[in-house]
């Protein structure tokens, strides 16, 4: 599977931008997706997932209720929806694939997407 997200970009605080991450080579349907995100000097941290049907998704407690994850398996694709940006938002933000369950940790992902940076001005 390859992975590439898009849609990062500058924003003021308080904003919001939309990423999508576009599949080819394989469906992705079979898949569990996960949004991760890596600040400047940072490790890579869970963001957000969401289950192969779309049916549940899960967060973590920084982006509760501010970031929405959806997918569209017809379309190969998966959204991230991030409102009420933060500066401490900012980071590159990448998009995976994986088959297990433990969607929180990145061993749980086998596909990963080259990242697109966001930046939240306050």
């Known amino acids: 599977v390859q992975l590439q997200a898009s849609g990062g970009g500058l924003v003021q605080a308080g904003g919001s931008l939309r990423l999508s991450c576009a599949a080819s080579?394989?469906?992705?349907?079979?898949?569990?997706m996960g949004w991760f995100r890596q600040a400047p000097g940072k490790e890579r941290e869970f963001a957000g997932a969401i289950s192969r049907s779309g049916y549940s998704t899960y967060y973590a407690d920084a982006v509760k209720g501010r970031f929405t994850i959806s997918r569209d398996n017809a379309e190969n694709t998966v959204y991230l929806q991030m409102n009420s940006l933060k500066p401490e938002d900012t980071a590159v933000y990448y998009c995976?694939?994986?088959?297990?369950?433990?969607?929180?940790?990145?061993?749980?992902?086998?596909?990963w997407g080259p990242g697109t940076l966001v930046t939240v001005s306050s």
């Open positions: 995976a694939a994986g088959t297990r369950s433990y969607y929180s940790r990145r061993e749980a992902y086998d596909y």
């Open positions: 080579g394989r469906t992705l349907s079979s898949y569990v």
